[in-house]
């Protein structure tokens, strides 16, 4: 039981990192350039999981998955299952509420981006993509990896909103943070010191390993290095 | 053919410039700092977008605002030196040297690898990460990736200003270079009469986003009248040919026209045409041909105009072989010498002070 529910925390978490990435970055660029009065709004729309009380959000999200609204009603009617309890509710859930974890890094870090760099690169015939993908994204690959590792981990630590769309079914919906709750309630203590202590360590893990990325120069980062030849 | 006819407001006032630029000679625009230059170099690029008007390079249109035309600036085939080197911090220097090499234009003029490190003499740092480099070196790289680039055109904005004096010394003759050796035309920006008479031969004067004057660079550098005359960093360009070196003193004699002036040994063949810069300020007068001195050089001119600078000096503006001199003499040495207008003079000067490019 605990194994399985190991497997639906990593495998939702995973899942949801790479759909936020997609996301999130094209959205932090836009937001960074964004010139318009709709800024403060749409910046306002992207933060609130983060000060809202995860049940409030949760409840929202749950009657928007039920079949008695219309994006609950459209995947009925696609899928023949529902969304709420079931574990692509909790990805779109778990989407939703990480956004601003991994939007605001990124959002921070294309700003500071010296657009210099990118009229340098234009004047050298790169086009737009060409900017994004050669020098916009490996000059804030650090905030890539904080903005990634922040969605994961956020994922990986929420209680209210999974367990207001998810349940508690095993196997499906019961990730470790439920489980810890499960076997509280159910007076396990052995299981429940076991997922404790092993949240705790991962998240030690993950946040020492954030921090002394964040202090290691840019150009010692292990991603790319070959001597210069001509 | 470049020709521009642009309006770009700033905040004190409109930027409104039209003009033609012909390719084959290097172009300066010199203003004080917020004369509206740089922007309309940058409008030029391409990297203005409130700027209004029409441009064209050759016959091609790069704007024409009546028209809704806008070619965006990587489709312009422009090499943009900037003031910063904004080199890519996550590249190395082979590297970002590379990142142009293979957005290269095709350009009949393509200047291959091995030279361009060579003549911005490189080598050394091609291994190097950016952040490793002094500012002189990361200048010499980013010169040296907009050439790799093989533009079509090449606008330089102020590209000596961040620098100090010996990076400014050995970055000048590789700026030089490029329209000899590279045949690539060049509009550069400035406000430092050094940097321009050694670079540009034509001028294009900005003052508060118009342009007031257009010329070669040596009658506007050396005008009487003119803004660039009424201080003492005032200077003066002469056109001269090489004549001889002499190997055993270590000096190259230089012809103006039917005068020799002495300077340290340079490497131009005899017969090249060059250019030496003087200072006013390095020119003293001496109303008779006297030989006893140690300065060297000696000119005889005649006294074309005579403009008061301050309550302590005045400017001379002295012809010599169709040529002009500027001399920076005090008011007290104007009424001791009793120098006038129409009188023959000569010209002193020091051949170490002399800017040969």
């Known amino acids: ?230 | 053919m470049l020709r521009i006819d642009i309006q770009l407001p700033r905040d004190r006032f409109v930027l409104s410039v039209d003009e033609s630029l012909d390719t084959d000679n290097t172009w300066a625009m010199m203003g004080r700092s917020g004369c509206g230059k740089t922007s309309l170099l940058r409008t030029i690029a391409g990297l203005e977008s409130h700027a209004r008007g029409r441009l064209q390079f050759n016959d091609e249109i790069w704007q024409d605002s009546e028209q809704g035309i806008w070619v965006p600036p990587e489709q312009r085939g422009i090499g943009y030196i900037f003031q910063e080197a904004r080199l890519f911090p996550h590249l190395d220097v082979m590297e970002n040297l590379r990142f142009a090499l293979r957005r290269a234009r095709a350009n009949v003029a393509m200047p291959s690898l091995s030279e361009v490190v060579e003549q911005l003499d490189i080598v050394h740092l091609l291994g190097r990460t950016v952040d490793k480099l002094s500012g002189g070196e990361k200048q010499r790289v980013a010169i040296a990736r907009t050439l790799l680039n093989a533009p079509r055109l090449l606008l330089m904005d102020e590209p000596l200003a961040s620098l100090d004096w010996s990076s400014k010394t050995s970055i000048l003759p590789c700026l030089r270079n490029i329209h000899q050796h590279f045949g690539i035309p060049v509009v550069m920006v400035s406000h430092a009469r050094e940097e321009v008479a050694r670079l540009a031969d034509k001028l294009l004067l900005i003052d508060q986003g118009q342009v007031v004057s257009r010329g070669e660079c040596r009658q506007l550098l050396s005008r009487p009248g003119s803004l660039l005359t009424r201080d003492d960093c005032a200077l003066s360009i002469l056109e001269v040919q090489v004549g001889s070196h002499d190997h055993q003193y270590g000096f190259t004699e230089l012809l103006l026209g039917g005068q020799k002036l002495l300077v340290n040994q340079i490497s131009a063949l005899p017969g090249t045409g060059l250019r030496v810069i003087l200072p006013a300020h390095e020119v003293s007068i001496v109303v008779e041909d006297i030989h006893c001195t140690s300065v060297q050089n000696r000119v005889a001119t005649t006294i074309q105009a005579i403009q008061e600078l301050d309550s302590k000096n005045v400017m001379l503006f002295m012809a010599a072989e169709g040529q002009t001199l500027l001399a920076l003499v005090t008011r007290r040495a104007l009424g001791l010498l009793n120098l006038s207008v129409g009188q023959r003079v000569f010209a002193h000067f020091k051949g170490a002070c002399l800017d040969v490019v």
């Not at chain 1, 790169?126 to 000059?139: I, Q, S, Y």
Request: aromatic content about 8%.
């Open chain 1, 1 to 230: 039981m605990l194994l399985t529910a190991v497997w639906v925390t990593l495998k939702l978490a995973t899942i949801t990192t790479v759909i936020l990435m997609l996301l999130a970055i094209p959205m932090a660029w836009g937001l960074a350039n964004m010139q318009s009065r709709l800024r403060p709004l749409l910046e306002a729309l992207v933060g609130l999981p983060m000060v809202l009380p995860p049940t409030v959000l949760g409840f929202y999200i749950l009657l928007l998955c039920s079949p008695n609204y219309a994006p609950g009603q459209l995947w009925l009617s696609l899928t023949g299952t529902t969304l709420a309890f079931s574990f692509t509710g909790l990805v779109i859930a778990s989407v939703i509420c990480s956004m601003p974890f991994v939007v605001q890094p990124l959002q921070r870090a294309f700003e500071q981006l010296d657009k210099g760099l990118l009229e340098a690169a234009a004047m050298m015939g790169a086009g737009r993509m060409d900017r994004f993908f050669n020098v916009v994204l490996p000059c804030t690959r650090r905030a890539m990896i904080l903005a990634a590792c922040m969605g994961f981990a956020h994922t990986v630590g929420e209680f209210g909103v999974v367990l207001m769309i998810g349940g508690n079914i095993p196997g499906e919906t019961q990730v470790l943070s439920i489980a810890l709750f499960d076997a509280v309630e159910s007076q396990q203590f052995t299981e429940a010191h076991q997922i404790a202590a092993g949240l705790m360590v991962f998240a030690m893990i993950l946040l020492i390993t954030l921090y002394s990325l964040d202090r290691q120069p840019v150009a010692q980062l292990p991603l790319k290095s070959h001597p210069g030849r001509y």
